[in-house]
């Protein structure tokens, strides 16, 4: 098999045409009818997040510089996908086959589409590539598997006994300052909205100093969302709750991550110090934390939470550094 750095180095040079020619517009199109919250804009624009910031080739030199790959003894590590945004599951893809490892693929129904397309690419350029469909009679050595909590629960049964790297729910969250310029809010609106606010890394949840009403300008929504929106707004006025309107969306004020899609939800600080001593009481709950005034571990500026890079793991969890003991 080629280098892992040329095999996916040439992936990216390929996919920077995404969208431009037959085969990729097929796939966008059964994508879109495979996950109706899916839709052509989107899908070009995880898949260019994924060229830009997990693709390239320095910054694939330098990532896997830190780690013992590739493996001595090469194992069948089985990859459980989630299907909420496009592509979501490429980059355990991407650790696995650039560890050495041979990679069993289980996308989900919701995400087919996009990752046979990427796994045809990567077949192309190396016929040997070591990916295989999932096989219920296939014995396999270990698993990443990403999904609902209830999900959780059942990959724990089911994979006991093998390794097992499992991640359930997080919410992403923001802590304003107070200063926040127009660009950043604009910035601040993507993280919370993009991809129909579907992703672990879209916030949720706004800490505010007390006092600032922030200015956010909605993007346009699908309609499946408004549908939701308006379903929310509707149960809000008719329990009494107080909300702010805005527009295809509603803000409530708690402290707890909304169970709406279509509400964000939003918390008063008078020292900043308070939101911290949340964040850190929450931490296990957090996938990132989008600000550019509070300390985090995985604090990301505004307009990135949705461009994780090959460093940002998620849950916390150092992927390469768990495939490289097994």
Known sequence: MKHAIELFSELGRRLRAFGDDEPS???IERACRENSWFTPSDIRRAIGAIVEDMLDRARLEAWLEAYPVPVKTPRKVEIVMAGNIPAVGFFDLLCVVASGHRCRVKPSSKDRALMEYLIGQLREIDPSVAIAPHD???AIDAVIATGGDNAVRYFRTHYAGIPALLRGSRHSVAVLSGDETPAELEALADDIWAYSGLGCRSVSLLWLPRGYEPQLRMPPVLEKYRNNYRQTRALLAMNGRTFVDLGASVAVEQQEFPLSLSTVAYARYDTLAEAETWLAEHDGELQCVVTR????????????????????????????GWLSTL
């Open 25 to 27: 517009q097929r796939a």
């Open 136 to 138: 219920d009679e296939a």
């Open 293 to 320: 005034c509070a300390q985090h571990p995985r604090r990301v500026d505004f307009g990135r939470a949705q461009h994780p890079g090959l460093t940002d793991y998620a849950d916390a969890k150092d992927v390469m």
